[in-house]
């Protein structure tokens, strides 16, 4: 029998390329708005205590994660960084909106703001 320790085999490969039933399909792109997000307080009156949420609004294609952000009279509001805002004392008289942006794996869409804001009695 004859030794095959330490011997080198030598093999020639071809590489087989096999065409796929379906063409590749383009990366996705990242989402876009198609309605804004809304606002909603309940009960309907606004005041301190109670809390405002938002809704995402509708995108295509969908995003895999939403950020979110709130507005008063205009302006952002640090740390206010949920799908919802309690209302404080200090909140009597303002304007609030929502601005939402949604991620995907393409990466961020655009942030698009609330189509109403809610002021606080």
């Known amino acids: ?14 590489p087989v390329i ?16 198609l309605s804004p997000p809304v606002c ?19 995108w295509r294609p969908a995003p895999d994660l939403f950020y979110y952000g709130w507005l008063r009279n205009g302006a952002g509001i ?11 004392d200090t909140d009597g008289g303002a304007s609030f909106s929502s601005v939402v942006l949604g991620r995907n794996s393409a990466g961020p869409g655009v942030a698009v703001a609330s189509s109403n804001s809610i002021v606080v009695d």
């Open 40 to 58: 909603i307080v309940l009960p309907r009156v606004s005041r301190a205590g109670q809390t405002l949420s938002t809704t995402t609004g509708l």
């Open 1 to 14: 029998m004859p030794q095959t320790v330490g011997s080198a085999i030598i093999a020639a490969v071809t």
């Open 18 to 33: 096999q065409k796929s039933q379906h063409p590749p399909q383009p990366p996705q792109p990242p989402p876009s708005q």
């Open 78 to 88: 640090v740390g206010a960084m949920a799908n919802t805002y309690d209302l404080l």
